[in-house]
């Protein structure tokens, strides 16, 4: 869906979509979801001039989590003479078997046309993730230990926080 006319135009974008790899060395030959697998996947963009020199903007995007191969538990294997050296190993999920929470994060910018030496310029204040969201773009077990016990913690790794920047641009 696209508006193109008037003060407020934009546009708002769905896509429905599947993606299956298989291969015989993978997951046991059976088939599996690439990391980069996005079930939904929603845009949206409004644009509002405010009048002919000033205009703001947002896009909103929503995305279904990645597909991510998560563990399921943790053993350890200690050698037969007892020694101090511990091996520990983690059982997972199927390749791919889990899902990251789904992504998803604001932008909005603040844009002035003006001229300047007979060149349309523009300069825009954007904020990249306004709202702050810590979309996770992996998790991780991590062991933290007391000095008496370990205890082992899923946590997650972000990328992007809230981020502005300022931004000229001009036409030739």
Do not use: C
Not at 73 to 93: A, L
């Amino acid at each position: 869906m696209n508006k193109r006319l008037g003060n407020i135009t934009g546009w708002v974008g769905y896509t429905l979509s599947w993606t299956k790899r298989k291969f015989r060395e993978l997951n046991e030959g059976k088939p599996f979801y690439p990391r980069y697998d996005r079930r939904h996947d929603v845009n949206i963009v409004i644009v509002y001039e405010i009048s002919p020199s000033w205009e703001i903007g947002a896009t909103w995007y929503y995305g279904t989590g990645q597909a991510y191969t998560m563990p399921t538990g943790s053993f350890r294997f200690e050698e037969i003479d007892f020694s101090s050296y511990d091996d520990v190993k983690y059982q997972y999920t199927e390749r791919n078997g889990a899902r990251l929470p789904a992504f998803h994060k604001l932008d909005v910018n603040f844009i002035h046309h003006f001229e300047w030496f007979s060149l349309p310029w523009s300069v825009s204040l954007n904020i990249y993730n306004a709202y702050n969201r810590r979309n996770p773009f992996s998790w991780y077990i991590s062991t933290d230990y007391d000095g008496i016990t370990e205890t082992k913690k899923l946590k997650q790794l972000t990328l992007f926080p809230l981020i502005p920047t300022i931004g000229f641009s001009f036409k030739i």
